[in-house]
Structure formats: structure tokens, C-alpha cells
């Protein structure tokens, strides 16, 4: 997260950029491309998560025929 927070951010942020009202569009495509990162991350987190209680393939055949 350190490296996000020395983006510099597309417009002003203060009086300036609350007069404006809209979003410019380069906002927005940050918006959006943060967004698709931390559903990635997020599905990354769920499929590791998933897995975590499953015994692995060499645990339960090998030592199952002995």
C-alpha cells in the first residue's frame, strides 16, 4: 500500500476539485483499475483460503495403501 500512497492524484483535491463536481475520466480509470487489483487480491485470498484445510494430493494416496 506504500507504493499507492506516493501516486500523485489526477486533479487538485480540496475546494478546487469539489467545485468541478464529476469525476475527470483519468479518476475514474484509477477507480477503476484499484478496484480490479483488489478483486484480484481478493480472489487470490479466497482460493488460498479455500485450500488451506484441504490435506495435499501426496498426504492422503500415499500413506493411505501402507
Known amino acids: 500500500m506504500g507504493e499507492q500512497e506516493q501516486v ?3 486533479a ?10 464529476d469525476p475527470t475520466t483519468q479518476q475514474m480509470r484509477t477507480v477503476g ?4 487489483e483488489a478483486e484480484r487480491k481478493l480472489d487470490l485470498h479466497l482460493e488460498e483460503a479455500s485450500h488451506k484445510g484441504e490435506p495435499s494430493a501426496t498426504e492422503g494416496e500415499d500413506h493411505s495403501e501402507g
Open 33 to 36: 483499475q484499484r478496484r480490479r
Open 8 to 10: 500523485q492524484p489526477a
Open 12 to 21: 487538485p483535491i480540496g475546494a478546487a476539485w469539489e467545485d468541478r463536481g
